[in-house]
Structure formats: C-alpha cells, structure tokens
C-alpha cells in the first residue's frame, strides 16, 4: 500500500457518535463474533438549498408558502450517487453487504458479522444486562475511514438498547368512597376545545410512529361503534423487521391503541399509517425517514408518542432525527411530538433538569399537558398538568438545541430551545376512554395530546386544501395573541410555571380548534 492509500485509510472519528454506559446496565461479555448485524448508515446531503425551507417554514400563511413535493425534496436534499459508491467499496473491504440504498432518505443499509462491524467502527460489542432485559451494546465513539470524514453522518444499529418510552400514563385505582372522577372521550375533548365542526379529516393521512406494540381490528371496531363512527382506515408499515404485534407488550399496545383511537376519532376521515420499528435509535430514525419520504401514504402530519431525555441519546441520532424533521417542514409536513410525563426533570435523578427528545427538536411541536378544572362558572379552565414529582408534563429548556429564531422574542427565557409549544388535557385522573386488548381503560400522558393535535391539524388540512406544515413561525409569529390557542396561567411541573404568553410548562396553550382555522385561513 502506498503512503497516500494508507493516509486515506487513516480512521478519523464520527463526530456525534459518543455513547455512554446505560445506568443500571451490566456488562456480561463480548457479542459473539459469528453475529450477523444490519446497520444504517446515513450519508450527508449531496447539495442544501435554504430557500426551500425558507420558502415553507415562515410567518407566511399556509397558502402563501411554497412546499416541495417529496420527488423535489429527494432531488434537492438526498445523497449523491458518488458518496454511495464510496459507502459500498468501504462495505466491500471489510466484507459486509449492501442490503439497501436510498438516495432520497440518505440511507445505505449493511450487513455483516459483529467482527466485521466491529474491525470496519473500531467499536468493541459487549452483551448488556439491565433490569427491563438483554441488549447489544457499546462506549466511547465510532470512527471512519478519513474517505468518509465528510460522507457519514451516523450510523445506527450497532448498539440496539431500548431508547425511548410511551408517554402515556393510566389513572390509578379509585378507592373510597369519594365521587367519580371525569373522563372523556376524544369527540368531548374536541367540542371543549372548538375543533371546527363539519370536518373528519378526509383526503389526509395521520402517520403515527410506534416501537412496539400492535392494534387488534376487533377492538377499533368496538371503540369506533360506541363512538358512533366508521373506525378510520388503518395501515400497518413494518421498518427494520418489526410489525404489528398485539399481546407482546402490555405498554406498547396501549400507546399504539390510544394513538389510533383518539387521533380516528377526532379525524374519522382520515387514513392512519402507523410504522412500526424496533425501540432503538436506528428504528427510530428509519421510522421517521420513511414516514416523511413516504409518496405512497403521503402523511400531511406524523404524531410521535414515544420519547426519552436528551442525555440517554447520542447527538448523532439528535442531529439527524431532526434533520428529517427539518425537511419534513420544507415538505408541509407538520410533526407532533409527546413532551414527556415526568416533569421537569424528564425522569432523570440526577439533580438537574431535563427535556424530553424529539419534542426538544426544534422543528417539532412539542405538546404539553394540562389539568381541566371545571367550575361552574368556567366550562373549560385549565392548569399545568402535575399529579406529583413522578408524573407531570415535561417542558423546560433543551441541553442540545440552540433557541432557534421562532423563539428569538424569548430572549430572557435562555439561548436553548424552550418546550413545550403548545398543551392540551393530559391529566390520567380524569383522562381519555380508550379500548385495549379488550379492556375499557382511561389514560393521560402527553402521549395523549399529540394524536389529538394530529386530528385537529388533519381536520384544517382538509378545510384549507393545503397543509399546514411547520406551524411553530406563526404560533410565534402572525398568530400571536389572536386568539388560536387558550393560555394556561397556572400550575407548574415542578420547576416551569403556567404565565400569561408563552411558558415552560404549557407553551402558548391548550387549542382553540375553530379560531386557529379562522386564523390559518387569513
């Protein structure tokens, strides 16, 4: 080998690519050589053109904006044919195999034996212990032949610990003999909060990403019956493997039967494309990578129920999880992510405050939770959801993302991306009616308030005849103070009080479905 040849196969690290020990795990020994992996590896942009953003994501109305069409989006924004020649020849020197490519979603698809994997990253594997199960995974960082230093932005497979959980919460056992507690239905909580009247959300698509889980078509058809509506149009896509597997886990099918039920029930008309991936960071990803690029289902808003703090990802799956967000964006695609049940301090003990990601990314809407009171002399008032230091709304200030410029009039409130951006009913004690493996449950969570967000936004898609898309510019923007959504001035979460305007516990507040369509439509 010549020194040039040998300088170019020089390893450089893949920036991003730090991961740590997961607490509570047990190291028990190395992955078995012999293992056969599948990886994705992500490549970056062959050309970046900021207009097409610009064009889509601002103050302008919806029908103002000029959104790319998906094939626009791949030509514009995907790989280039050389820098996946580049990832196939670097496959074929350690041996693995090219299972797929897309050039629209930057992502090459490998195969190999864990030696192979390990020897090509310069990663060592271990098999890991923890309390919830076994897992594959690894420390410290990844690297790459200096030929991909600029081609790879991540790869993803490698370590598949569970990353993310549902954010839903079940309202615990009633005791004594005190009086019931209210629940609603999602059609009750959608005449509270005015979503407009006449409209189910037909010619649009709900997608809805789960890891885990499955949906019976016996319990939608009950649900959808006492309803007194059609149960919505249901397709299961599988990604990296996974399907739609009721019965395996409890947990799972309850955030896979909430999504859907609440989001077909405010939006009947609706189809509903729910993906469904392995709970890792690379299932994750390639979860809302097809479901954005997807120009078969088409899905005009994508709700994600499922999330973790910021610290338990690596900044590669960050980075690139909100780049697909950033295109879905430029593609009028609004994306709707749960911003945790655990307060402000997303579950983590370590002092400190916390987010939950993908709702700290910045081009997602962070959804909060709220408590409804219900006074006499007030049919709909609200306070920041918090039922104890266990179970309260997420929302706080991100570790990762900058304030991006939507928040620029924010200034006194930190130089990070601040959640939620908007609430809605999420308190378990008097939350949502839902049917699961044949049980009637009630649940909260703001794994609740993102499906029915989605509905909502489904139901204006279908009056405007375009969509909405990145709605964040003009909550901040335009539609500031005008009435859209219903501020929520008290309660906190544990660290983040409910204050006139926009805040930490509850954003800009609850929907005011019927006046956002009015304002959205200029």
């Given at each position: 080998?010549?020194?040039?040849?040998?300088?170019?196969?020089?390893?450089?690290?893949?920036?991003?690519?730090?991961?740590?020990?997961?607490?509570?795990?047990?190291?028990?020994?190395?992955?078995?050589?012999?293992?056969?992996?599948?990886?994705?590896?992500?490549?970056?942009?062959?050309?970046?053109?900021?207009?097409?953003?610009?064009?889509?994501?601002g103050e302008q109305l919806p029908r103002q904006r000029s959104y790319l069409s998906r094939s626009q989006c791949a030509a514009a924004h995907g790989a280039s044919e050389a820098d996946v020649a580049r990832v196939r020849a670097f496959a074929a020197r350690y041996g693995m195999h090219v299972l797929s490519i897309?050039?629209?979603?930057?992502?090459?698809?490998?195969?190999?034996?864990?030696?192979?994997?390990?020897?090509?990253?310069?990663?060592?594997?271990?098999?890991?212990?923890?309390?919830?199960?076994?897992?594959?995974?690894?420390?410290?960082?990844?690297?790459?032949?200096?030929?991909?230093?600029?081609?790879?932005?991540?790869?993803?497979?490698?370590?598949?610990?569970?990353?993310?959980?549902?954010?839903?919460?079940?309202?615990?056992?009633?005791?004594?003999?005190?009086?019931?507690?209210?629940?609603?239905?999602?059609?009750?909580?959608?005449?509270?909060?005015?979503?407009?009247?006449?409209?189910?959300?037909?010619?649009?698509?709900?997608?809805?990403?789960?890891?885990?889980?499955?949906?019976?078509?016996?319990?939608?058809?009950?649900?959808?019956?006492?309803?007194?509506?059609k149960p919505p149009q249901v397709r299961s896509i599988a990604i990296d493997h996974a399907a739609n597997r009721p019965g395996h886990d409890a947990s799972a099918d309850t955030e896979v039967m909430l999504d859907i039920e609440i989001a077909g029930a405010v939006a009947p008309g609706a189809r509903i494309a729910v993906y469904f991936a392995p709970n890792n960071?690379?299932?994750?990803?390639?979860?809302?990578?097809?479901?954005?690029?997807?120009?078969?289902?088409?899905?005009?808003?994508?709700?994600?129920?499922?999330?973790?703090?910021?610290?338990?990802?690596?900044?590669?799956?960050?980075?690139?999880?909100?780049?697909?967000?950033?295109?879905?964006?430029?593609?009028?695609?609004?994306?709707?992510?749960?911003?945790?049940?655990?307060?402000?301090?997303?579950?983590?003990?370590?002092?400190?405050?916390?987010?939950?990601?993908?709702?700290?990314?910045?081009?997602?809407?962070?959804?909060?939770?709220?408590?409804?009171?219900?006074?006499?002399?007030?049919?709909?008032?609200?306070?920041?959801?918090?039922?104890?230091?266990?179970?309260?709304?997420?929302?706080?200030?991100?570790?990762?993302?900058?304030?991006?410029?939507?928040?620029?009039?924010?200034?006194?409130?930190?130089?990070?991306?601040?959640?939620?951006?908007?609430?809605?009913?999420?308190?378990?004690?008097?939350?949502?009616?839902?049917?699961?493996?044949?049980?009637?449950?009630?649940?909260?969570?703001?794994?609740?308030?993102?499906?029915?967000?989605?509905?909502?936004?489904?139901?204006?898609?279908?009056?405007?005849?375009?969509?909405?898309?990145?709605?964040?510019?003009?909550?901040?923007?335009?539609?500031?103070?005008?009435?859209?959504?219903?501020?929520?001035?008290?309660?906190?979460?544990?660290?983040?009080?409910?204050?006139?305007?926009?805040?930490?516990?509850?954003?800009?507040?609850?929907?005011?479905?019927?006046?956002?369509?009015?304002?959205?439509?200029?």
């Amino acid at each position: 080998m010549s020194s040039s040849q040998s300088q170019l196969s020089q390893p450089r690290i893949l920036p991003g690519s730090q991961q740590f020990a997961m607490p509570g795990a047990r190291a028990i020994g190395p992955v078995d050589a012999a293992l056969l992996l599948e990886i994705t590896v992500r490549l970056r942009a062959a050309a970046s053109d900021a207009a097409d953003e610009a064009a889509a994501t601002g103050e302008q109305l919806p029908r103002q904006r000029s959104y790319l069409s998906r094939s626009q989006c791949a030509a514009a924004h995907g790989a280039s044919e050389a820098d996946v020649a580049r990832v196939r020849a670097f496959a074929a020197r350690y041996g693995m195999h090219v299972l797929s490519i897309s050039i629209a979603e930057r992502r090459v698809v490998l195969s190999g034996t864990a030696q192979q994997m390990a020897l090509a990253f310069g990663v060592q594997l271990q098999q890991y212990q923890s309390a919830d199960g076994s897992f594959r995974g690894r420390t410290g960082e990844l690297s790459v032949p200096a030929e991909l230093a600029d081609v790879v932005e991540g790869v993803f497979g490698l370590d598949d610990r569970p990353i993310a959980a549902p954010r839903f919460r079940q309202r615990a056992a009633q005791t004594g003999g005190g009086a019931l507690v209210t629940a609603y239905t999602p059609l009750e909580l959608a005449q509270l909060y005015q979503f407009p009247a006449g409209l189910d959300g037909s010619g649009q698509c709900i997608a809805l990403i789960e890891l885990g889980g499955g949906s019976r078509a016996a319990d939608l058809r009950a649900y959808f019956k006492v309803l007194g509506l059609k149960p919505p149009q249901v397709r299961s896509i599988a990604i990296d493997h996974a399907a739609n597997r009721p019965g395996h886990d409890a947990s799972a099918d309850t955030e896979v039967m909430l999504d859907i039920e609440i989001a077909g029930a405010v939006a009947p008309g609706a189809r509903i494309a729910v993906y469904f991936a392995p709970n890792n960071e690379r299932g994750f990803l390639d979860a809302v990578t097809a479901a954005v690029h997807d120009d078969v289902n088409r899905p005009s808003v994508i709700s994600i129920s499922w999330g973790a703090p910021e610290s338990a990802w690596t900044e590669q799956a960050m980075s690139a999880i909100e780049q697909v967000f950033s295109l879905a964006a430029s593609m009028g695609v609004t994306i709707l992510c749960a911003a945790g049940d655990n307060g402000a301090t997303d579950g983590v003990s370590d002092g400190q405050l916390h987010v939950d990601f993908p709702a700290s990314a910045p081009h997602a809407l962070a959804c909060g939770g709220t408590r409804i009171v219900v006074y006499p002399d007030c049919p709909l008032c609200e306070v920041v959801w918090n039922g104890g230091p266990a179970m309260a709304t997420g929302g706080g200030f991100s570790a990762y993302f900058s304030r991006p410029g939507y928040q620029a009039q924010l200034m006194e409130q930190g130089l990070y991306r601040g959640v939620p951006d908007v609430t809605g009913h999420a308190d378990p004690a008097s939350g949502y009616c839902i049917r699961v493996n044949g049980q009637e449950q009630i649940v909260g969570g703001t794994s609740a308030v993102a499906p029915l967000w989605a509905g909502l936004l489904a139901r204006i898609n279908q009056q405007l005849g375009y969509p909405v898309g990145f709605l964040q510019p003009l909550l901040y923007g335009a539609l500031r103070g005008h009435g859209g959504t219903r501020d929520v001035v008290q309660g906190s979460n544990g660290a983040m009080e409910g204050v006139p305007g926009w805040d930490a516990g509850s954003g800009w507040g609850s929907p005011v479905g019927s006046r956002l369509l009015q304002l959205l439509s200029g």
